[in-house]
């Protein structure tokens, strides 16, 4: 059984968070004295800047997620397709309890994986357009990226994993073609 829990080390999120913030504050209490003759504009300002102030923080500072390739129960270990990818969230807040499990993949579904970089980012983005999207990646404006290819039953899904080389050597060790 491989687990990874991918600690987010994001300081590009840390200050597009803080700055933003700080500017909708700004833009508050300029409104408020006055010094801004059109408060209401200066106003829809600072809430704009709050919003992505909050997403920022949710999305990226405040999310992890821990990657699970598991054995098949009654399945051989070397066995191809004996494995499963399970993606959960990691808990820690008062209403949730515990991880919550927000992807179950079986390892024979899986089509191909692959490195999204910047010189492939356009084909990758314009080749996902025809499919089911998901993303568990908490890192804000990445350089790499795992996309995961999942076919099952007709349907095919694609995920963005949160780039890690011990991620992508457990994947390819299960025998998952990488494109």
Same mark, same amino acid.
Request: glycine share 8%.
């Given at each position: 059984?491989?687990? =990874?829990?991918?600690?987010? !080390?994001?300081?590009?999120?840390?200050?597009?968070?803080?700055?933003?913030?700080?500017?909708?504050?700004?833009? $508050?209490?300029?409104?408020?004295?006055?010094?801004?003759?059109?408060?209401?504009?200066?106003?829809?300002?600072?809430?704009?800047?709050?919003?992505?102030?909050?997403?920022?923080?949710?999305?990226?500072? $405040?999310?992890?997620?821990?990657?699970?390739?598991?054995?098949?129960?009654?399945?051989?270990? +070397?066995?191809?397709?004996?494995?499963?990818?399970?993606?959960?969230?990691?808990?820690?807040?008062?209403?949730? !309890?515990? +991880?919550?499990?927000?992807?179950?993949?079986?390892?024979?579904?899986?089509? $191909?994986?692959?490195?999204?970089?910047?010189?492939? =980012?356009?084909?990758?983005?314009?080749?996902?357009?025809?499919?089911?999207?998901?993303?568990?990646?908490?890192? $804000?404006?990445?350089?790499?990226?795992?996309?995961?290819?999942?076919?099952?039953?007709?349907?095919?899904?694609?995920?963005?994993?949160?780039?890690?080389? +011990?991620?992508?050597?457990?994947?390819?060790?299960?025998?998952?073609?990488?494109?």
């Amino acid at each position: 059984m491989f687990k =990874k829990t991918i600690a987010p !080390k994001n300081r590009a999120a840390k200050i597009s968070a803080l700055l933003t913030l700080l500017g909708g504050a700004f833009m $508050f209490i300029m409104a408020s004295g006055g010094n801004i003759p059109l408060t209401w504009l200066a106003q829809l300002i600072g809430i704009v800047l709050l919003t992505f102030s909050i997403y920022v923080a949710s999305a990226y500072l $405040f999310r992890q997620y821990s990657v699970v390739i598991e054995s098949v129960s009654g399945a051989a270990e +070397d066995g191809e397709g004996a494995y499963d990818l399970i993606v959960y969230e990691l808990g820690g807040r008062k209403y949730q !309890k515990g +991880d919550r499990k927000v992807c179950h993949v079986s390892v024979k579904h899986i089509e $191909f994986i692959r490195v999204v970089t910047a010189e492939n =980012k356009k084909a990758v983005a314009l080749e996902r357009r025809k499919l089911d999207k998901y993303t568990y990646d908490t890192q $804000f404006a990445p350089s790499r990226r795992i996309e995961v290819v999942v076919k099952n039953g007709g349907e095919e899904a694609s995920m963005l994993l949160t780039y890690d080389e +011990d991620v992508l050597n457990a994947l390819l060790a299960t025998g998952v073609r990488k494109r």
